[in-house]
């Protein structure tokens, strides 16, 4: 376990890394352009985040159970090549899609400036869509270390590009031409590191048959899902204007580094969860993975509550305070992701449960934002996505239960989970008391930040929540990185 855990550091770390520059990039253009471009800026990775889901068929995550299963490397090399082409086919067609409609698309969004940026963007996926790939197969060649380089290199390279355009030209359809771009490099990259990874190209339709027996339900469940989480801001974008999606979408969103890190952990774990025949080994990774996701996301979900405000305005400005309402009520779905519900499924080959559980919830949530929407405003939408992300865990618990015969309380290390919520609580509490009477937003942060880490660091280790397991992890994974530092010197 102390391996997978080092290997989910790994990409966890570099996920933050991109996580920081990615936010520093939101930051900037929400500062440089008007409240109008920008939404316009985030509906078209709206539109891309959503559609590209679909289009992909769940193949990068049939990858990671693919690869690890293939029994010589040139199965392994011929699996890669024929993924590769099939996804550049897949871009062609979403490229395709994304210009022929883009009329239509501007109307839907009451954005008649998004016709002419999808012009330009319509480009992006021929680029992208393998660079997802390229990802995908280094872990399932378990090849950590390669995915954190991308991805450093990734989001370095939108820094300077995209940063520097909009720097220099203030303007919205220059700035996504420097996304463009940008994709274009991570292309290139990405398909000089596969060269030696590819293999003849030649199609095994039993091969071909079994891939898409597992991709394309996964496929349709992560749409449907997407769709789903996905689904308040098409409402919003069909009921508002650009600037009032431009305030919301800030405020509407999971943290992003919570899905770092449980996509970085869950990425590890599934190869390893294929590998397994011993049901108690599955679980036993599994059990593991949601105490650590755990000791990051309680205490990140109760200070960011706390200070909900304070963060929104240093980040982001007084311009979008509106913002606070909907960044605190989509902070209440983190707390369910100490762990990934349908990765079990998915382990053990049964991804239709994923599908089906997807389905249901997208035709409860399409109701429920369409009648909330109506009742309470641009807060209703947000609050639909939340009760349906809950009613879609309740519902895995208890297909969990009955149908993989695994007890929720030998899956669930309740006692730690419920001491670490409370040791943070305490953390909270404090920080807050403490710093009731500052009246800065960057001091008030920084005080209660350290108050907060203090007493949590204090008090987890006082009551075991923190291990000291969980230390020499820590110590082991930056000794690693500095080593590599020097190495490269």
Request: aromatic fraction near 12%; hydrophobic fraction near 55%.
């Amino acid at each position: 376990m102390s391996n997978l855990s080092r290997q989910a550091g790994i990409l966890s770390g570099a996920e933050f890394i991109r996580f920081f520059i990615k936010t520093i990039i939101g930051i900037a253009l929400a500062r440089i352009l008007t409240q109008g471009d920008y939404g316009s800026y985030r509906q078209l990775f709206l539109i891309y985040s959503t559609f590209s889901t679909l289009l992909l068929l769940g193949i990068p995550q049939s990858i990671l159970y693919f690869l690890p299963k293939a029994s010589d490397p040139d199965k392994q090399k011929r699996l890669i090549s024929n993924t590769l082409h099939f996804i550049t086919i897949l871009s062609i067609l979403f490229a395709l899609a994304l210009f022929s409609f883009r009329t239509q698309i501007a109307s839907l969004f009451h954005n008649p400036a998004l016709s002419s940026l999808l012009v330009i963007y319509s480009v992006y996926p021929l680029f992208i869509f393998v660079t997802q790939v390229y990802s995908s197969v280094m872990l399932g060649m378990q090849n950590t270390e390669k995915v954190a380089k991308f991805t450093i290199f990734a989001i370095c390279s939108d820094a300077v590009i995209v940063l520097g355009v909009a720097l220099i030209t203030k303007s919205i359809a220059h700035i996504v031409s420097a996304v463009v771009v940008s994709a274009l490099i991570q292309y290139l990259y990405a398909q000089y590191q596969l060269r030696i990874y590819k293999g003849t190209y030649r199609i095994d339709k039993t091969e071909v048959v079994t891939m898409l027996k597992y991709s394309i339900p996964l496929g349709l469940s992560s749409i449907i899902g997407m769709l789903s989480i996905q689904l308040d801001k098409f409402v919003i974008s069909g009921y508002f204007t650009p600037e009032q999606f431009a305030v919301f979408s800030i405020g509407a969103m999971e943290l992003p580094f919570i899905g770092i890190i449980t996509n970085s952990v869950n990425s590890i774990i599934l190869p390893a969860l294929s590998k397994k025949d011993s049901v108690h080994d599955a679980i036993q990774i599994y059990r593991a993975s949601i105490r650590k996701n755990a000791l990051i996301i309680f205490p990140v979900f109760v200070f960011c509550f706390i200070f909900g405000a304070e963060i929104i305005r240093i980040l982001y400005t007084d311009l979008y305070q509106g913002s606070v309402l909907y960044f605190r009520i989509y902070l209440i779905t983190i707390l369910i992701r100490v762990a990934s519900y349908g990765i079990l499924f998915q382990a053990f080959n049964k991804t239709k449960v994923v599908m089906y559980n997807a389905i249901a919830l997208l035709v409860v949530n399409l109701a429920l934002n369409l009648i909330l929407v109506k009742t309470m405003g641009m807060a209703g939408p947000a609050i639909a996505t939340v009760l349906v992300t809950y009613l879609s865990v309740s519902i895995y618990l208890i297909l969990i239960h009955s149908m993989l015969k695994m007890s929720l309380k030998s899956l669930f290390p309740l006692r730690q989970l419920g001491m670490t919520m409370v040791v943070a609580l305490v953390a909270g509490i404090m920080a807050y008391f403490s710093t009731f009477h500052i009246d800065s937003a960057i001091i008030k942060l920084s005080v209660a930040g350290t108050i907060f880490a203090v007493v949590f660091a204090a008090s987890g280790f006082y009551v075991r929540v923190l291990l000291p397991y969980d230390i020499d992890l820590i110590r082991s994974f930056i000794h690693d990185i500095f080593s590599k530092l020097r190495i490269h010197r």
